[in-house]
């Protein structure tokens, strides 16, 4: 005798829903955020994060993830880290070759010092690559030692812009008290003839990098320079008031200046 086939129905609803009812877990399981951290490789993780940090959208932050140690030394040792300041260098000459430079001598290009003009790579290395906390005390001994050596796509450019005209300024959110160190490490690395270094005064500490360099910025805007160019490996070295017409961001996956 043939089943009907509404009561096979019935009868295989049944089973379903006694199977469904006997267990505790659900039949389809969406990831937990665990899983999901667990199945993303450190490198592909750390490449995002860095992606993140040098678009500006990881915000403020302290230190590199713990994970991404080896990432870091990897990047900044390697062919990765010299090939990227290669390419800003190379886009900011191009901008350089398209300003029209006057004959008043008010044409100007400003560069921050540390990871834009010089790498602090030696002092790094000996600190986790950016996973330690940042120690005030080693690194002021570290820059009194002006062993820094040049970014070689920096050298270049400065040295370019020099022979276009432009005058150069050097603005760092080191002290007035390193001067003399920082003056003899940008001779040391190469960079002769800057028209002008300005560090941070008495009347500066404590104010916001962001706040204090578009105030020198300003400053040289009132004395009749117009900023074509700015170059810097930290937001804060970019943005604010009296930007430059155009800024170039320069790598750096160790640490955040706000």
Same mark, same amino acid.
């Given at each position: 005798?043939?089943?009907?086939?509404?009561?096979?129905?019935?009868?295989?609803?049944?089973?379903?829903?006694?199977? +469904?009812?006997?267990?505790?877990?659900?039949?389809?399981?969406?990831?937990?955020?665990?899983?999901?951290?667990?199945?993303?490789?450190?490198?592909?993780?750390?490449?995002?994060?860095?992606?993140?940090?040098?678009?500006?959208?990881?915000?403020?932050? /302290? *230190?590199? %993830?713990?994970?991404?140690?080896?990432? +870091? *030394?990897?990047?900044?040792?390697?062919?990765?880290?010299?090939?990227?300041?290669?390419?800003?260098?190379?886009?900011?000459?191009?901008?350089?070759?398209? +300003?029209?430079?006057?004959?008043?001598?008010?044409?100007?290009?400003?560069?921050?010092?540390?990871?834009?003009?010089?790498?602090?790579?030696?002092?790094?290395?000996?600190?986790?690559?950016?996973?330690?906390?940042?120690?005030?005390?080693?690194?002021d001994v570290w820059v009194d030692l002006a062993e820094a050596p040049a970014i070689p796509a920096s050298l270049k450019l400065y040295n370019e812009l020099k022979q276009m005209g432009f005058k150069i300024f050097v603005l760092t959110g080191r002290s007035e008290? *390193?001067?003399?160190?920082?003056?003899?490490?940008?001779?040391?690395?190469?960079?002769?003839?800057?028209?002008?270094?300005?560090?941070?005064? %008495?009347?500066?500490?404590?104010?916001l990098a962001t706040v204090y360099k578009s105030e020198k910025r300003s400053d040289l805007v009132n004395e009749g320079y117009t900023i074509h160019g700015s170059s810097g490996d930290q937001w804060s070295d970019l943005l604010g008031f009296a930007v430059a /017409?155009?800024?170039?961001?320069? %790598?750096?996956?160790?640490?955040?200046?706000?």
């Amino acid at each position: 005798m043939a089943s009907h086939p509404l009561s096979l129905s019935f009868l295989l609803l049944s089973v379903l829903i006694s199977s +469904v009812s006997s267990s505790s877990q659900p039949i389809i399981q969406l990831p937990t955020t665990t899983d999901r951290k667990s199945n993303i490789d450190d490198d592909l993780y750390c490449a995002s994060w860095h992606l993140a940090v040098e678009t500006n959208n990881a915000g403020s932050w /302290k *230190q590199i %993830p713990t994970r991404c140690e080896s990432f +870091v *030394q990897d990047y900044m040792t390697g062919p990765r880290y010299m090939s990227d300041s290669e390419i800003v260098a190379n886009y900011s000459l191009a901008y350089a070759f398209s +300003v029209e430079i006057g004959r008043n001598g008010k044409d100007a290009w400003v560069f921050d010092i540390d990871e834009t003009l010089l790498t602090n790579l030696p002092y790094y290395q000996a600190h986790g690559f950016g996973s330690e906390t940042f120690d005030e005390n080693s690194w002021d001994v570290w820059v009194d030692l002006a062993e820094a050596p040049a970014i070689p796509a920096s050298l270049k450019l400065y040295n370019e812009l020099k022979q276009m005209g432009f005058k150069i300024f050097v603005l760092t959110g080191r002290s007035e008290n *390193q001067r003399n160190a920082t003056a003899k490490n940008l001779l040391f690395a190469g960079y002769t003839d800057l028209d002008r270094l300005i560090l941070r005064g %008495p009347s500066d500490e404590g104010t916001l990098a962001t706040v204090y360099k578009s105030e020198k910025r300003s400053d040289l805007v009132n004395e009749g320079y117009t900023i074509h160019g700015s170059s810097g490996d930290q937001w804060s070295d970019l943005l604010g008031f009296a930007v430059a /017409k155009r800024s170039f961001k320069l %790598p750096n996956p160790m640490y955040y200046v706000s």
